[in-house]
């Protein structure tokens, strides 16, 4: 029997149904009167389909059949590590069709973009709206109405997520995601590369010593390592029922990857509404889907950046989430795991330990779960607490460890690391912000200290160069969506982790990201409203005594309320974020952005 689903649980997911009721039906009623019941090319006029004939080599007589064509939209590109494994995924994919009795064709790429690579450079101020990017590609790639499934091959941050709102428009499809997988493990642990980060901002380290340290960890294709934005993504889409069953981190280039690409395949085509079998998207996406998904990101120490993400990808949906729903969730689930940033070990010792299929059904058997739901295997979440494997060649499932591998990476409900799952929603009079305390000490939960506010990350590296006095809050403002596109921060993360060893006590207070992989400093971040919207933090000065309290839930600077509101705001200097690196062609995203509690989004 599937056990009582928690109380929280379940409140969450009725409020954000209620809420969402008059959006989600106008969702549900245009997606489902869409249903196909013929080839989608057999709508085209014969010199439209001839368009989507002409290269298709031997899969041209076959697709003048009625058999499905399965829509390919990729995010490769060989300069990127995770990407490139999906170079050879459309080969793949088209002989897996044929022998499913399909076709299959790459639709459309989207762009893929880094943080790795831009972080602390102008082209971060890209990363964030480069999700809407790739939503907007993926509903071009979709658009030729060619498709009767689609295969999306994505991993990375904003990948997955503009993928996904993107899709959510052709939800008459049957949709699956098909990841690539993490790099090996490298020759250096996480830790150890942040050990030489740390030194190396203390000028402790020659950069041939940061540069080797780097290489030794980012070595090989596949995604990162630690935790962080990608690997999240990769959990959630377990959680969601929209991988194949344990897809999300079998190593890039092995037997088991390839078959399970193969069964993506396979799944696509068998579940096309040219078959007995059809499972489009619409019907396997709703409410209890994404409280899922929130669990699981609590469960596992996941990335703040689906704090604003999974808004956004539940409002192409037609649901409405909010911070609350996530913070209410994140009291109740224990943290089952401990993976770089939140500890030390990799994703692949997660995974050795016992992974997703662990996780999954312990939040099941918790009550924490939503067992009962569709996913692109067919009804129920239990699918997931099942572990991939090939015997004589053959792709079989069975069921995950029933006992962790090891406890110092992955524990069951009944001995967590912590009763909560780490993400505190904060607020006061500076606004509305997150802080994920899941790899922060408890002790530096709190603090109250004299900000230092700075306009910009290259400002406050500046003077954490050339040294600040005493415990301080660093106050980094102008790094909102609408200022300049929401950069992440994480470049700063090294320096203050270095004071913190020293025995001094800092944080940050932003309205800015911050990296997935961020940890040890405490950081109040996506605050809003944001200091280019006027906010009350571009109001704050030099000296304002803050109170940052994770426990209690408390950001606040301590300052008559009279005295802040009489304070001319100071305007953020966007005058370098204007142009470079292509921010040129994003000035109507920023001008266009929600708040980042509404999914800092223009769609």
């Known amino acids: 029997m599937t056990p009582k689903l928690h109380d929280v649980v379940a409140e969450v997911t009725e409020r954000i149904g209620g809420r969402s009721a008059a959006a989600r039906g106008e969702y549900l009623e245009r997606t489902r009167r869409r249903k196909l019941v013929e080839p989608a ?17 031997e899969d041209k007589a076959r697709l003048q059949q009625p058999v499905p064509n399965i829509g390919v939209v990729t995010s490769y590109n060989d300069m990127l590590s995770a990407h490139q494994p999906f170079e050879s995924y459309p080969e793949v994919i088209r002989a897996a069709a044929r022998v499913a009795g399909a076709t299959a064709q790459v639709a459309g790429g989207v762009p893929a973009m880094c943080d790795g690579v831009t972080q602390g450079r ?24 060619a498709f009767d499934a689609a295969l999306l091959l994505g991993i990375c941050d904003k990948i997955v997520p503009g993928l996904f ?10 949709i699956l995601f098909v990841p690539g997988g993490p790099m090996p493990t490298g020759n250096i642990a996480n830790k150890q590369k942040a050990e030489v980060r740390q030194r190396y901002a203390e000028g402790l380290a020659t950069r041939d010593e940061l540069l080797s340290a780097e290489m030794n ?17 990769q959990m959630l889409m377990e959680m969601m029922g929209l991988h194949v069953p344990g897809a999300a981190f079998v190593n890039p280039n092995t037997p088991l990857r390839h078959a399970l690409t193969v069964a993506a395949t396979q799944r696509a085509a068998a579940t096309s509404a040219l078959g007995n079998d059809y499972l489009p998207f619409v019907e396997v996406i709703d409410e209890r889907s994404f409280v899922n998904a929130i669990v699981g990101l609590m469960a596992t120490g996941g990335s703040t950046n689906h704090v604003i993400h999974l808004v956004a990808m539940a409002r192409a949906c037609g649901l409405t989430i909010t911070w609350d729903d996530m913070a209410d969730l994140s009291r109740v689930t224990p943290l ?27 939040l099941i058997d918790a009550g924490l779960a939503h067992e009962d739901v569709m996913t692109v295997w067919g009804p129920g979440l239990r699918a997931y607490a099942r572990e991939p494997f090939l015997d004589a060649g053959k792709l079989v499932w069975r069921d995950g460890a029933a006992q962790s591998a090891e406890e110092k990476i992955l524990r069951p409900a009944s ?35 004299p900000a230092r506010v700075f306009e910009s990350q290259e400002a406050l590296a500046a003077a954490l160069k050339s040294g600040i006095e005493g415990d301080f809050i660093a106050v980094v403002r102008g790094q909102g969506p609408r200022a300049n596109g929401m950069p992440e921060l994480h470049k700063l993360i090294p320096a203050l982790s270095g004071l913190m060893a020293k025995g001094r006590r800092v944080a940050i207070v932003t309205d800015g990201r911050m990296s997935g992989a961020s940890g040890k400093v405490p950081s109040a971040i996506h605050l809003t ?66 708040p980042a509690d509404e999914g800092a989004s223009i769609l």
């Open 336 to 362: 089952l795991a401990r993976v770089y940033p939140n500890g030390e070990a990799d994703v692949n010792q997660f995974h050795a330990a016992g992974g997703m299929a662990f996780v999954v059904r312990e």
């Open 122 to 145: 102008a082209g971060m101020e890209l990363s964030l709206f480069s999700r809407d990017v790739i939503a907007l590609a993926t509903a071009v790639a979709l658009s030729h109405e």
């Open 41 to 57: 090319r057999g709508k085209l006029a014969c010199a439209n389909l001839a368009h989507v004939l002409a290269a298709s080599g």
């Open 415 to 449: 001995n967590p690391f912590s009763a909560d799952g780490g993400l505190k929603l904060l607020r006061g009079n500076l606004g509305k912000s997150v802080i994920k305390t899941s790899a922060v000490d408890p002790k530096y939960w709190e603090i109250t200290a």
């Open 217 to 233: 960890s980012y070595h090989n294709a596949g995604t990162c390592t630690f935790y962080g934005t990608a690997n999240s993504n």
């Open 165 to 174: 709102i993107g899709c959510a428009s052709f939800g008459q499809l049957p």
């Open 529 to 594: 409203p944001e200091a280019v919207s006027d906010g009350p933090i571009s109001r704050l000065r030099d000296g304002d005594i803050i109170r940052l309290d994770a426990a209690a839930g408390v950001l606040e600077a301590q300052v008559d309320a009279a005295t802040l509101a009489a304070r001319e705001p100071v305007k953020p200097d966007l005058s370098d974020a204007t142009f470079g690196v292509g921010r040129e062609l994003f000035t109507r995203l920023r001008e266009g952005a929600t």
